[in-house]
């Protein structure tokens, strides 16, 4: 069994930083996709940000990119995502991800889900 657990999640005034990581447990684990999902309330759950571990390749939302990064530590078996000049409207619990599959080629689903991490972002 698969477990991801986020940490680094807090308040933070707008135009700070955070860094969420997550670690893997369970089993030797090298997924190929890994990423970090988010969900404010009365919204559905976006994606953030994903990595394909193979070939260290990314892909961001619009919303975010130019601002957050998202990396890897392969000897820790680590996903970090670096939020910088957070905004308000990023308050959201996010989610680590990994695994899982695309609709249409596009769209992703994750396997799995860590239990997330909140952050609040205040102006």
């Known amino acids: 069994q698969v477990q991801l657990v986020e940490s680094g999640g807090g308040s933070v005034q707008a135009g700070g930083s955070l860094r969420l990581s997550c670690g893997a447990s369970?089993?030797?684990?090298?997924?190929?996709?890994m990423g970090w999902f988010r969900q404010a309330p009365g919204t559905e759950r976006e994606e953030v940000a994903r990595i394909n571990t193979r070939v260290n390749s990314t892909v961001y939302a619009d919303s975010v990119r130019g601002r957050f990064t998202i990396s890897q530590d392969n000897a820790k078996s680590t996903l970090y995502l670096q939020m910088d000049s957070l905004k308000p409207e990023d308050s959201a619990i996010y989610y680590c991800?990994?695994?899982?599959?695309?609709?249409?080629?596009?769209?992703?689903?994750?396997?799995?889900w860590g239990q997330g991490t909140q952050v609040t972002v205040s102006s």
């Open positions: 369970g089993k030797t684990y090298n997924p190929q996709y």
């Open positions: 991800v990994a695994e899982g599959f695309f609709i249409g080629g596009v769209k992703w689903s994750p396997k799995y």
